[in-house]
T-cell receptor, first 113, second 113 residues
Framework: GENVEQHPSTLSVQEGDSAVIKCTYS??????FPWYKQELGKRPQLIID?????GEKKDQRIAVTLNKTAKHFSLHITETQPEDSAVYFC????????????FGKGTHLIIQP | ETGVTQSPTHLIKTRGQQVTLRCSSQ?????VSWYQQALGQGPQFIFQ???????GRGNFPPRFSGLQFPNYSSELNVNALELDDSALYLC????????????FGPGTRLTVL
């Protein structure tokens, strides 16, 4: 089955700087890659996703890039703000199937004032 | 995802007991996926129901079972509870039998003592 590796497990950046979280996946059949943000005590919330027919997608301060040949994808957050502090999860899935999402172990992003 | 409710919010059970968790969503969500999120981990896919039939399953034993009803509500049942079943249980209703985009409900926090 699919295996998703995520790193780093903890990332501390100064407010205003950029943050990058990286994930690799094992199943070349996966073609849907979402990112979730989870604040303490709350549900994971979908913040951005990308499909394998696209190399990059951007939404305001966040962007995701995908390298399908290398089987890795990354989340980029620019101009970080205190409210960006949370745990971020990447995930992968075979598009159009009923297999469910396979998640990474998460990255705890800390924004230092 | 607005319009999705899960009950109860919190639940405490003892080892060996059985539990039923519920998920309700707005009309039209004919597919529902269930995930287990242990503390400090990413969500893990349990199973998916489409039109009242299970059509996908993760690596969970048969004591995890589900039901989906004609009104699109669903249940997750866990028998013979173990300490490791303590987790946040999330449902993700969606449209179509193979929807990729997953928006989670607020979750049920289960504690097994």
């Amino acid at each position: 089955g699919e295996n998703v590796e995520q790193h780093p497990s903890t990332l501390s950046v100064q407010e205003g700087d950029s943050a990058v979280i990286k994930c690799t996946y094992s199943d070349s059949a996966s073609n849907y890659f979402p990112w979730y943000k989870q604040e303490l005590g709350k549900r994971p919330q979908l913040i951005i996703d990308i499909r394998s027919n696209v190399g990059e997608k951007k939404d305001q301060r966040i962007a995701v890039t995908l390298n399908k040949t290398a089987k890795h994808f990354s989340l980029h957050i620019t101009e970080t703000q205190p409210e960006d502090s949370a745990v971020y999860f990447c995930a992968a899935k075979k598009g159009g199937g009923a297999d469910g999402l396979t998640f990474g172990k998460g990255t705890h992003l800390i924004i230092q004032p | 995802e607005t319009g999705v409710t899960q009950s109860p919010t919190h639940l405490i059970k003892t080892r060996g007991q059985q539990v039923t968790l519920r998920c309700s969503s707005q009309s039209g969500h004919n597919t529902v996926s269930w995930y287990q999120q242990a503390l400090g981990q990413g969500p893990q896919f349990i199973f998916q129901y489409y039109r009242e039939e299970e059509n996908g399953r993760g690596n969970f034993p048969p004591r995890f079972s589900g039901l989906q009803f004609p009104n699109y509500s669903s249940e997750l049942n866990v028998n013979a509870l173990e300490l490791d079943d303590s987790a946040l249980y999330l449902c993700a209703p969606s449209m179509g039998g193979s929807s990729d985009t997953q928006y989670f409900g607020p979750g049920t926090r289960l504690t097994v003592l």
